[in-house]
């Protein structure tokens, strides 16, 4: 499967960016879907996940309740939805799949990835 990530771009602190990621080359519905970041100098970290049907969905602490993952299967594509962006949320965002046999199971560990976007907040 490939995937194309897009959305990224430069926002003020306390503003909103939709990241995309578009699959294609494999039946999206078989796979688990993550979106990571890596800040300049940093290792790159996961951020959120969600299983092939949708029906389950992870985020870490640092994000909680500031992003969104979701996928819509019909049109082969994951989102991140990311509100009140701080300074630190500075990165290149990365989605990921993984061939997953069970339907609501979240990974961690993926297989395929994108190229990358670049979201940069402004303090």
């Known amino acids: 499967v490939q995937l194309q990530a897009s959305g990224g771009g430069l926002v003020q602190a306390g503003g909103s960016l939709r990241l995309s990621c578009a699959a294609s080359?494999?039946?999206?519905?078989?796979?688990?879907m993550g979106w990571f970041r890596q800040a300049p100098g940093k290792q790159r970290e996961f951020v959120a996940a969600v299983s092939r049907s949708g029906g389950s969905i992870y985020v870490v602490h640092s994000v909680k309740g500031r992003f969104t993952i979701s996928r819509d299967n019909a049109n082969n594509t994951v989102y991140l939805q990311m509100n009140s962006l701080k300074p630190e949320d500075t990165a290149v965002y990365y989605c990921a799949a993984r061939w997953e046999a069970v339907t609501d199971t979240i990974n961690y560990e993926y297989d395929y990835w994108g190229q990358g976007t670049l979201v940069t907040v402004s303090s």
């Open positions: 080359g494999g039946t999206f519905s078989s796979y688990a």
